[in-house]
């Protein structure tokens, strides 16, 4: 437990180097802000934002709001687009730091920024660019909640007679929630843990947490919408029996396999490690809940998304592991109480870090080329309305279709200024056929988004004449 002894601990600060994890990711965001923001969601979210000048909420997840706060200002000032998609792109590791700040000197768990960071980036490829999911936000506060449920300096059966310290962590419970419904298994995860490490099952605390969040699982699922993208995973739980009966048709599962030595390696290391250091350590109950939450997480997700996903989306659905897997590790190395192997554990995630910081590295060169390809598509056609067929692009680049128009919009306006914007938009064979019927006054946007005009763009970023799109032909 994180500083269960303090008398006994090492005097060496190593936990330090968590700190040092977060500016390099910091860092990261701030050098690949282009690739991160002009990407699919990312692109997307921040346009309706300065469209708006307001917040923009999908799917009713409120806690986005925290991290569009910084642009929401900005906006007042005007100022120019590429700082709004550099500020953008820092809001989350801004968000991110605040919650491992947070959970280090209030509630005391040391290893807490490490711990975020390898949660972001340990099990991720082209996760690191899609900086806009709620995961990601579900995890931040899910570190909040953990820190709070398994802080050694307060006596937890006396967090009754403390009220704003049983609300606050009532209300990291509901935030990871409500930012995404995956923060359910933070918040289970967190409270099973609390029982295996320090035994306390007449507590009231969390059967309180777990009471809450049973209501609000009860409530999520009966008002979620059937046909809405969570609604038609969430149909899918009645049906587990019959799935796992199909395992063999699988999908999910021969993706995840086949990313196991690439995006999954670390995954593995970190659960292997776990697994080690508690029997070495004789933490025989910790190990049967960590290996048992864990393969229970991992199963719930290989059936939810058994006919499979983008390659994006499947990084996403399995992210928490890298949380859940890791978190049980920091918190070993703080029972340490030898300098030596501190020292060694220190090396070992050095090596862990490196090499996460390394696949964030060789991904960031394809991203880049992904903004070049933009470039490379304007200058073949020199149009600022274009729009092409799937099988006329490199969809390696492209990845994903439908927020291209909004991803170039918001590349070439940071680029190169508002009257130097242009937008392409890749249409399948049956969309392609109607686009040279579309007004000269208007833009090819998905279906879902609505008519957009040029005259109804923000002038102050957007500067487009009106006229026909360029097709290209073959």
Partial sequence: MQGKNPANTSKLPLHYSGFAVLLIYIGFCAWYYLERVCYADSAHMLFKIIQS????IEAGRYPQIITQIPVFMALKFEPSLNFIVLLYSLSFPIFFASCAIVSYYKYHNKWAPALLVFALIGSVNYGFFHCATETHQSIAW??????????????HENELKNLPYLVSGLAFAVLAMHSH??????????????????????NPIPYIVLALIA???????????????????????????????????NWSWDYF???????????????????FWMIS?????????????????????????????????????????????AAPIFDLFSESTSNRTQYIQLAGLGLIFLLAFNGVQKKGNFMSSRLSYIDEIHQQLKADKICLRTNQVDMYKVQVPWPFCFESLLYSGSKYGKEGCFTISILNETEYEEADKVSADNLIVPSFFGGLSIYSLNKKYFDLAPGAYVLKTD
């Fill in 53 to 56: 000048g307001s917040f923009n």
């Fill in 142 to 155: 899910g570190l909040l909640f953990y820190s709070w449920m398994m802080n050694p300096r307060v006596p």
């Fill in 181 to 202: 419904p995956v923060g359910f298994f933070f918040i289970i995860f967190s409270i099973g843990y609390f029982f295996t490490e320090r035994k306390e099952f007449k």
């Fill in 215 to 249: 209501i609000l699982s009860i409530y999520k699922t009966s008002s979620t919408d059937a046909t809405s993208y969570e609604g038609q995973f969430l149909s899918l739980i009645p049906q587990f029996p019959e799935l796992i009966a199909d395992f063999s048709n």
């Fill in 257 to 275: 396999i086949e990313e196991s030595d690439k995006t999954y390696m670390l995954l593995w290391i970190a659960f292997f490690t776990g697994v």
């Fill in 281 to 325: 350590r004789k933490k025989f109950l910790r190990l049967a809940y960590y290996v048992a939450f864990n393969l229970g997480f991992l199963l719930f997700t290989l059936l939810i998304y058994h006919k499979g996903d983008s390659y994006l989306m499947m990084e996403r659905a399995f992210m928490p592991l890298a949380f859940t897997l």
